[in-house]
């Protein structure tokens, strides 16, 4: 069964970033914030909660949807599979999410897209991630 | 052409503010100096002009952080370094949030800013561009304010990812000890950088970049990261931090007799129990934070609720607190009130003033008052211990007062001492003590420490574990500890995991892990020859450790090793010296501008 990231608790979250370093480490080999898929950020300042923008992993994905190379595909369960090959570099599915779920990195020369692997959950010290099954959980 | 950007080769950001430019220089003769503390004393050393006035022109501000930052967890510090305009000598100070993980991946390892700007200015650091921009609308601004206009100014820094750091009002004015505020909470508090930044007009700094670091060896760091993130996160060594925080030393401390209460009249504090850490946390506290790269999260916010006006008009606020402010702006003033605290470390946040330096120095107001030593027409409130609002108002004055009391206490309590008399200043050296009256150990660190600061070398834990011990037996370990305290801030990681980090194969598999090999004796000569080139600057500085004053109010309240002996101290400090002269003696100069000292 297909998992699905999940920010739940984010009114707990410290803003310690371990959950970026994570992704950049064991995804993409780098030490690195751009190139995680979840992104922590402050909502002006530490005056209130922290922000996780990451994939939701939508039935029917819109940066699936408006990808004219056909690298990016829907994935069962939820989000999207990237066939980085395939990637031309238009930048449009960063652009077309909503919920600043996907970006594209000029360096790597395609989009850094979140697998749901849950790497980033097993890093968060106060548990504000989880990794949820995919019929389990609420959108 | 870019630079490539490597791990363990310092890359330095120049800018000067006299005439705009910027250079950027890769320095791998630096290397040697690993980063952090030592790579910034280096600079410093570099670019002083050690007997030039602090506040001159050309005197540099220098900025360093680790090789290893953002890589592994709680390697969150950043360091400034400056001649002090408060104690003349030496200054640096330390401060976490994510300033250091900002420049990290803007692709720099340090930071040098010299000149004076001709208006307010601010310096935006990102990894593609360097730029000072105009801070004249918000120059007198408090530091709140700078920090909400530079978050909607410098959106493209991408929030979370980018760093503030400004200066209030008080770095402005040229108080002393004006600090500067580090994102939200954070702080390089101690020795006056905020005059030192005022005095350039540069009201902030900004910074963030989106650089990515290839890793050499990735199953190699991975397995690294791993130990050191599930001993942060697991083990006893980092548990007092996250739990009730450093706060949680108050009760113990004032039952042992060691918390400085009301100008150090006293060292226990009959209403400990009402502004302990257990007391906050049950009350107040209503979220944790952390440093960026720091799972730990030792951020204490406690709740400021305030009524404003009568009726039901009341305003909130989210104020972070740690022991050393419940001590400088607690007990120390004799203040009962978590809530009133709260309400005076906010004023010192807004304003821009080291909490500690201001605390120190609003006691010493205070029993002046009581003693009568200062013209009552010029302090112009009645400053009483336990007393919030007048405090509020003293540290309103301390930037913008105009009489000569004012402008004296701009300089600190040593000067107030000097001119108005009073043996009970509580500094040593000229920069003000820390909340711990523990014995012989914290007076010789806060004397004799590179930076006269208790982070130096630890002498109040030193004395907690040999209750008694004679003054000269501390002067080893103490040297020893400052000197391990040069390599754990040459990584730059956070003194609060000095147990993790203080182990020595740790730190070395760390390095080679991002390609940076070091040996056991390469880094107890890093800590070495640091602690030398600290000491050859603050020499040269004209910092003399012979003939130091010893405010007599050390010697009066006892400590929880009863009542300290002047001359025993002072045997101890003449130690100290010549363990310093020997130090010294080791190496020539590390550059030609120290030779004549």
């Known amino acids: 069964m297909a998992k699905l990231l999940r920010a739940n608790r984010m009114e707990e979250c410290i803003g310690c970033g371990s959950c970026m370093l994570a992704c950049a480490r064991t995804r993409y080999q780098s030490l690195s914030l751009n190139r995680s898929a979840i992104r922590i950020r402050t909502a002006g300042g530490f005056r209130s909660s922290l922000i996780a923008d990451y994939c939701l992993g939508c039935d029917e994905p819109v940066c699936a949807s408006v990808c004219s190379a056909a690298a990016l595909t829907p994935r069962p369960g939820g989000g999207v599979v990237l066939k980085k090959e395939r990637c031309i570099g238009c930048g449009r599915c960063a652009e077309a999410c909503t919920v600043h779920g996907i970006h594209y990195d000029e360096e790597l020369g395609y989009p850094v897209v979140c697998v749901h692997c849950g ?5 968060c010290p106060h548990g504000c991630l989880t990794l949820e099954d995919t019929d389990a959980t609420e959108r | 052409m870019r630079q490539s950007v490597e791990l363990g080769v310092p890359r330095i950001l120049k800018v000067d503010l006299s005439s705009g430019s910027v250079e950027v220089q890769k320095r ?38 680790g090789p290893l930052t953002a890589a592994f967890p709680v390697i969150t510090k950043s360091s400034a370094h400056f001649k002090s305009p408060l104690t003349g000598n030496l200054g640096e100070t330390h401060a976490g949030g994510r300033l250091a993980t900002a420049l990290r991946f803007a692709g720099y390892d340090a930071l040098v800013v010299v000149g004076t700007s001709t208006r307010p200015v601010y310096l935006s650091i990102s990894s593609r561009d360097v730029r000072l921009k105009d801070a004249t609308p918000f120059w007198g601004l408090s530091t709140e304010e700078t920090g909400r206009i530079l978050r909607e100014n410098e959106v493209r820094l991408g929030a979370g990812k980018r760093s503030i750091i400004r200066i209030g009002p008080a770095g402005e004015a040229g108080v002393s000890y004006a600090c500067v505020n580090v994102d939200s909470y954070r702080h390089f508090g101690r020795l006056g950088m905020g005059a030192v930044m005022g005095s350039k007009r540069l009201k902030a700094i900004v910074a963030g970049g989106d650089l990515s670091f290839p890793l050499a060896d990735q199953k190699r760091y991975m397995r690294c990261y791993e130990k050191i993130y599930q001993i942060a996160v697991q083990s006893s060594a980092m548990q007092k931090y996250h739990e009730l925080g450093t ?27 009402k502004i302990s850490g257990e007391a906050f946390g049950k009350d107040l506290l209503i979220r944790k934070y952390a440093c960026f790269g720091c799972p730990v999260g030792c951020i204490h916010i406690g709740l400021l609720r305030e009524q404003f006006a009568a009726g039901h008009e009341y305003r909130y606020a989210g104020v972070s607190y740690d022991y050393e402010l419940l001590y400088a702006l607690g007990s120390l003033l004799g203040m009962e009130s978590r809530s009133q605290i709260l309400a005076l470390i906010e004023t010192a946040e807004k304003l821009g003033l080291d909490a500690m330096t201001t605390g120190v ?13 200062i013209p009552e027409d010029q302090l112009g409130m009645p400053l009483a211990f336990g007393e919030m609002q007048p405090y509020q108002g003293a540290m309103s004055a301390l930037v913008r007062g105009t009489s000569e009391l004012w402008e004296t206490a701009r300089k600190g309590s040593a000067a107030l001492a000097a001119r108005y008399g009073g043996d009970f200043d509580l500094q040593l050296a000229g920069n003000e003590i820390s909340g711990y009256h523990t014995g012989y150990g914290t007076l010789l660190n806060h004397a004799a420490g590179a930076r006269h600061s208790h982070l130096d070398s630890a002498g109040y834990s030193l004395d907690q574990q040999h209750p008694g011990a004679e003054p000269a ?52 000569e890093l800590g070495r020859s640091t602690l ?29 090793a009863g009542k300290l002996d002047r001359a025993k101290l002072e045997e101890a400090i003449r130690l100290y010296d010549r363990r310093l002269d020997d130090l010294l003696a080791e190496a020539p100069p590390e550059t030609p501008a120290l030779s004549s000292h």
């Not at chain 2, 004393?41 to 501000?61: H, I, S």
């Not at chain 2, 120095?361 to 030593?373: D, F, I, P, Q, S």
């Not at chain 2, 600057?537 to 006892?558: H, V, Y």
């Open chain 1, 119 to 123: 790497v980033c959950a097993r890093y």
């Open chain 2, 28 to 65: 791998p003769d630096l290397a040697i100096w690993l980063g952090g503390s030592p790579l910034g004393t280096r600079l410093l050393a570099e670019t002083v002009d050690p007997t030039a006035d602090a506040l001159a022109p050309q005197q540099p501000l220098v900025l360093a952080i």
């Open chain 2, 247 to 273: 706060a949680q030393n108050l009760l113990p401390l004032s039952a042992l007799g060691a918390l400085p209460t009301r100008n150090l009249q006293s060292g226990s504090f009959e209403a400990a129990e």
């Open chain 2, 361 to 373: 120095v609003l006691a010493w107001l205070t029993e002046a008052r009581e003693k009568g030593l």
């Open chain 2, 473 to 524: 037996e501390l002067v080893d370990p103490l040297l020893a500890e400052e000197q391990e305290r040069c390599v754990v801030t040459a990584l730059h990681a956070c003194l609060f995991a000095r147990k993790i980090y203080g182990d020595r194969e740790l730190v070395r598999e760390a390095l080679a892990s991002m390609g940076i090999e070091r040996t056991d004796a390469q880094l107890d």
């Open chain 2, 532 to 560: 030398r080139l600290k000491h050859r600057l603050k020499r040269a500085m004209g910092f003399k450790l012979e003939g130091l004053r010893l405010p007599e109010r050390f010697f009066q309240t006892p400590t929880p």
